[in-house]
């Protein structure tokens, strides 16, 4: 504990509803300036997780600190925290700046200081000409953008974000997340967002927690958690189209799939493994190669094509590798029918082991 | 237990390194000191709510309950007289008639308002012109008071000056139709009121039913072939099952509660032919002055509520909890 | 029989090879555009007739309440019900509303009028107050054992009111309301809880709930986010609550004519007692008159809100 750059410190907090057991035991520590992107699938408990830390939510047990300070039994406006909702959550009575100074107006600030603080949070975030409207004439992009303008104003430490981009259409999502980026390395601030879409943990995260069932699967850089999952759930996860697991059995020799061996020299174990393990091995689609480049791979094989599926940029294939479905990516401009015998190989060394029995990464 | 808590409580903001220095370890559990005053806004908003549901719901149901087995009459006393007064209720001639009007009068108006209601709100979900004055007009009778609806029926069913005559001045002379003075069929007389006030409300709530129904069920049984009264038979009316129940559940407890209407339109006459539980218990227990028999009069319109109550909320929530 | 097939048959292929012909040329004869729809389809006369046949049925009581009220006596003794006015008198209207007896007062239903005004504003207003703070605390601030309070409440909704009338008459005694006007408000209060609170808490439920925790983030309170974000938000369903008291209220018999004294009774206590009352010659155009004044205020509330009262008919029946 001897570390003081921690922002954000959730230790051991449990929480349930009745029987139901939403966060289990759950610790995370949350650097002083980082982006943490929490994320999982819907009834994950990463919202919930967000609203302990926000105070809206109570917690059965465990404790919240934020700057090192206590904030557990703290209410919401007295944690230091600044929070942006997916529904934008903007009072539909109060103009944009009623919405921007209200938590100042509460807190009891003067108001020469809020005008000063809500014209830079509206400079920042340029806003300045919508301040007289209300929140029904603006723009989903717009109001978004005051959401993040209310957090601003209160100029604290750390941020929360609530699936904040899921209601926006695609293309808006796109500019938006790019400038919650922005706004990140502008302000330095500690960012905790919560998100369904990888895609946004990805490209924004400093670090990421995947969560399932009320606990962290994995914390680490986008870069970590892709490539080496933890575990078979974070592997399936992360990643589109998700990976491709082949059942099979590792020995010494490596691992061998029906009447295939691949060979697993190059592989960096996590785990000390002896003896015959029952397990996977998962490959993702664009780490298989196929035609010539295949043939130099230092595992190939042949794989009759089933089913394609262009997406533009690449086509998606489909076909079956020791009787377990198999896709892989090729070029969108490749030719390629079902019905035909293609050669594919991969590299063993960027694949992913996984124990059968625990799923845990070998 | 209470100074250790508060010494650890989030409310007293401790700072940077002082509380990093306790460890997270060596914390109380999270837990509030006082329960009782965490919400305590909302828990004194909730006070009325709390009060009525006490004193008044539960409080003054046992009371009257209690004091249905005692001898009361003028005042309430608590001299304890077993069933005595359910006896007397049951050899009651004019409690006999009630029981037999609200039996009638709640068959009809459930099977009636539920076929009229939900036969007119069909004829108004056929995308017609006009819906809305239409509606407004099924509708205006609810917004009455029921001793109004009682004195213009009673004042159209005047067999002196009202329908009948008129009838017969258009030459059948022997047109005979006087429910509200012939004892045996005076309760439908008090029925005919009843539909016209309360239908419209069967017929909104059939309505908002039939919207609620995804238009796609309407496109597959185009598409199916499958005759309109048949869609509406079979797919559409089992797909309105909640609306039914809560048709149901209002009506009964409107037919429970008649009262006022019987008052204005005939007072219970002619004779005690038209009586109905609820006057019985007023009158009992603030004409007659005997109140112990108004309470045990009352004591059955409550269990005959609670037969229909209960299986309608083991239907509606016992139902959730499996789902 | 058999000739028409053929015909129909040959006809089709002769449409199929020219469609062959005409490479995909589709045959220009065959059904385009709009369908044709007649307006005086024997469907539409069916719904339509028995729409305005409904309608009339429905609005003959409010038809007969106004010809009667406009006729002299001697014309309802020899006339037909339904036949207009010959001589439209004002008459009736004039005894009704100031002249009209009941036992001992003879100044008409002006006095149930006023005694009604004097009791459905502070009953509205009480009523609507305590109710929409309660459903707020029920969508918001739930704490232990707010569900089961309002479990009862709403139940309570179904206990026949007789069953707790006496004890109620013991507790307004006991708080020296009883024959008050303050009194029957507290009762009114009482018995528009249930479906009051209910029709707020789920208005209020139905809001998006982040809008709640965001004003918590901005520090609001219990009162302020009612007053400064929910109250204004809420509106319309302030509307629906006035429409659905105000009616009901001013609809009122039982509670009136068992916990006022009679120089206080409500305007329907009032007009029962008029039309009702045993002595003297019936003057039915007066009581017809006397009826429709009684039943002027909700239905001139009904016309003017049109939908907002169907909403809360609506809002506070199916979701119970």
Redesign the interface.
């Known amino acids: 504990?001897g570390q003081?750059s921690y922002s954000v410190?959730i230790?051991?907090v449990d929480l349930s509803f009745g029987s139901v057991e939403v966060l289990k035991d759950l610790t995370l520590s949350i650097h002083e300036g980082e982006f943490l992107v929490l994320l999982g699938s819907s009834g994950c408990g990463k919202s919930t997780l967000l609203?302990c830390i926000?105070?809206?939510l109570?917690?059965?047990?465990?404790?919240i600190?934020i700057?090192?300070?206590?904030?557990?039994?703290?209410?919401?406006?007295?944690r230091g925290?600044?929070?942006v909702?997916?529904?934008?959550?903007?009072?539909?009575?109060m103009s944009v700046e009623g919405n921007l100074s209200?938590?100042l107006k509460?807190?009891g600030m003067p108001k020469a200081e809020i005008e000063k603080r809500v014209a830079r949070a509206a400079e920042i975030l340029q806003i300045e000409p919508l301040l007289k409207r209300k929140p029904a004439a603006l723009s989903g992009g717009q109001r978004q953008r005051v959401a993040i303008g209310?957090a601003l104003v209160r100029d604290v430490d750390v941020f929360l974000f609530?699936e904040p981009l899921s209601n926006l259409d695609a293309k808006l999502r796109a500019d938006l997340r790019v400038e919650i980026k922005r706004l990140h390395q502008t302000l330095k601030n500690t960012m905790i967002y919560v998100t369904h879409d990888q895609v946004e943990a990805m490209t924004l995260a400093d670090r990421i927690a995947i969560m399932k069932g009320g606990a962290v699967q994995q914390l680490g850089s986008p870069d970590e958690i892709y490539n080496r999952p933890q575990n078979k759930y974070v592997a399936d996860f992360i990643g589109s189209p998700s990976m491709n697991f082949v059942e099979g059995t590792l020995n010494g020799s490596g691992m061998r799939v029906t009447d295939h061996t691949i060979p697993m020299n190059g592989y960096a174990y996590s785990t000390k493994h002896s003896g015959e393990t029952p397990s996977w091995i998962g490959i993702r689609p664009e780490q298989v190669v196929t035609g010539e480049a295949a043939k130099a791979a230092p595992f190939s094989t042949t794989v009759e094509v089933e089913l394609v599926e262009p997406m533009g940029s690449d086509k998606l294939v489909w076909g079956q590798f020791a009787g377990m479905p198999f896709r892989f990516r090729m070029d969108g401009q490749a030719t390629v029918l079902p019905g035909e015998v293609m050669p594919l190989g991969f590299d063993p060394a960027v694949a992913s082991l996984f124990d059968r029995a625990t799923e845990q990464r070998i | 237990m209470a100074v250790d808590a508060s010494g650890a409580s989030g409310d007293v903001p401790t700072v940077g390194q002082g509380a990093r220095s306790n460890g997270p370890e060596n914390r109380a559990p999270a837990k509030r000191p006082f329960q009782l005053f965490r919400n305590l806004n909302a828990k004194i908003a909730s006070i009325p709510m709390v009060a009525t549901a006490l004193f008044v719901f539960v409080g003054c149901t046992l009371w009257t309950v209690v004091y249905s087995f005692t001898g009361s009459r003028m005042l309430p006393r608590f001299n304890f007289v077993g069933l005595d007064q359910y006896e007397r209720l049951w050899s009651t001639r004019r409690w006999l008639v009630s029981i037999e009007n609200l039996a009638i009068y709640g068959v009809c108006s459930l099977v009636f308002s539920l076929v009229i209601g939900f036969t007119l709100a069909a004829l108004l979900d056929q995308k017609i012109r006009f819906e809305n004055t239409f509606r407004t007009i099924i509708l205006y009778p609810f917004a009455l008071s029921f001793i109004v609806t009682g004195l213009v029926w009673q004042w159209i069913l005047n067999p002196e000056f009202g329908l009948q005559r008129t009838v017969r001045s258009w030459g059948f002379e022997s047109f005979t139709f006087d429910p509200l003075f012939t004892p045996s069929i005076v309760i439908y007389g008090i029925l005919i009121a009843a539909l016209w006030q309360g239908t419209g409300l069967i017929m909104v709530l059939m309505l908002a039913g039939l919207r609620g129904i995804d238009s796609s069920i309407w496109a597959a049984a185009r598409v199916d072939g499958i005759p309109k009264w048949k869609t509406y038979v079979f797919i559409i009316i089992p797909m309105m099952r909640p609306v039914f129940v809560t048709a149901l559940v209002l009506i009964a407890a409107g037919i429970i509660k008649v009262y006022d209407l019987v008052v204005a339109q005939t007072n219970g006459g002619p004779g005690i032919a038209s009586e109905v539980p609820a006057k019985y218990v007023i009158e009992t227990m603030f004409r007659a002055q005997n109140l112990g028999q108004g309470f045990a009069a009352s004591t059955m319109m409550l269990v005959t509520v609670l037969i229909i109550l209960i299986p309608w909320a083991y239907l509606e929530f016992g139902g959730k909890k499996r789902g | 029989m058999a000739d028409t097939i053929t015909l129909a048959k040959t006809r089709s292929s002769v449409a199929d090879s020219l469609r062959c012909q005409g490479a995909g040329m589709p045959d220009p004869n065959g059904p385009r555009g709009a369908k044709p729809r007649r307006r005086f389809s024997r469907r539409n006369i069916f719904l339509y007739g028995t729409l305005i046949l409904i309608g009339a049925y429905y609005l003959l009581p409010l038809y007969v309440m106004i010809v009667t009220s406009f006729k002299g006596m001697p014309e309802i003794r020899l006339g037909n019900i339904f036949s207009p006015p010959v001589e439209i008198t004002y008459q009736p209207w004039i005894r009704a509303w100031a002249e009209a007896c009941t036992g001992l007062n003879c100044d008409g239903l002006s006095r149930g009028f006023w005694n009604s005004v004097q009791i459905l504003i502070p009953s509205v207003v009480l009523s609507i107050a305590v109710a929409s703070v309660n459903g707020y605390a029920l969508a918001n601030w739930k704490f232990k054992g707010s569900e089961v309070f309002f479990t009862i409440l709403i139940f309570g909704a179904f206990i026949p009111y007789q069953v707790m009338l006496y004890p109620i008459v013991i507790l307004l005694r006991e708080l020296g309301l009883f024959g008050d006007l303050s009194g029957l408000v507290l009762v009114h209060t009482i018995f528009g809880m249930p479906i009051l609170t209910l029709l707020f808490r789920n208005y209020f439920t139905s809001l998006p709930e982040e809008l709640f925790k965001a004003a918590r983030v901005d520090g609001a309170g219990f009162w302020g986010i009612y007053f400064r974000i929910m109250v204004p938000m809420s509106i319309p369903i302030f509307v629906v609550a006035v429409i659905l008291q105000v009616t009901g209220i001013w609809n009122d018999f039982l509670f009136g004519v068992i916990y006022t004294r009679p120089d206080q009774y409500p305007m329907t206590v009032q007009l029962n007692n008029i039309v009702n009352s045993v002595q003297g010659v019936k003057e039915y155009n007066v009581n017809m008159a006397a009826t429709l004044l009684t039943g002027l205020v909700p239905l001139t509330i009904y016309f003017i809100s049109g939908k907002l009262f169907v909403r809360g008919i609506a809002a506070g029946a199916v979701k119970g």
Not at chain 1, 85 to 93: D, K, M, R, T
Request: glycine fraction near 10%; charged fraction near 20%; avoid cysteine.
């Open positions: 504990m003081p410190e230790h051991k609203n926000a105070g809206l109570d917690v059965s047990d465990g404790q600190f700057k090192g300070r206590n904030v557990t039994w703290e209410e919401p406006s007295h925290i600044g929070m909702f997916q529904s934008y959550a903007l009072y539909p009575q209200f938590g509460n807190a209310r609530d």
